[in-house]
């Protein structure tokens, strides 16, 4: 069973970067979408952004142009680049292997101040 660790979370401000990373423990070769997911406090957790196998990315109305993710199949790893943090990026920010693999991360904090 795959597990995924992400990290590279923490506290920037207002326009600021941040780019996580989901590390696996196994192969990512063969998973064909891996997505990025976030909750803030008191509100449902929201997809944000995804990446399929071939590279095809998706992205929430509310970080396009802003987010970028990306695969490194041979790092086994995804990655999700923040540019122009906002203060409603605030979140718990997840990475999400869908079924059949079914496998969520533990969960990086982001946090934006004004």
């Known amino acids: 069973q795959v597990q995924l660790v992400e990290s590279g979370g923490g506290l920037v401000q207002a326009g600021g970067s941040l780019r996580l990373s989901c590390a696996a423990s196994?192969?990512?070769?063969?998973?064909?979408?891996i997505d990025w997911y976030r909750q803030a406090p008191g509100k449902q957790r929201e997809l944000v952004a995804m990446?399929?196998?071939?590279?095809?990315?998706k992205y929430a109305d509310s970080v396009k142009g802003r987010f970028t993710t990306s695969r490194d199949n041979a790092k086994n790893t995804v990655y999700l680049q923040m540019n122009s943090l906002k203060p409603e990026d605030t979140a718990v920010y997840y990475c999400?292997?869908?079924?059949?693999?079914?496998?969520w991360g533990q969960g990086t904090q982001v946090t934006v101040s004004s």
């Open positions: 999400n292997a869908p079924p059949p693999i079914g496998t």
């Open positions: 196994g192969s990512i070769f063969s998973i064909d979408a």
């Open positions: 990446v399929m196998d071939g590279g095809t990315t």
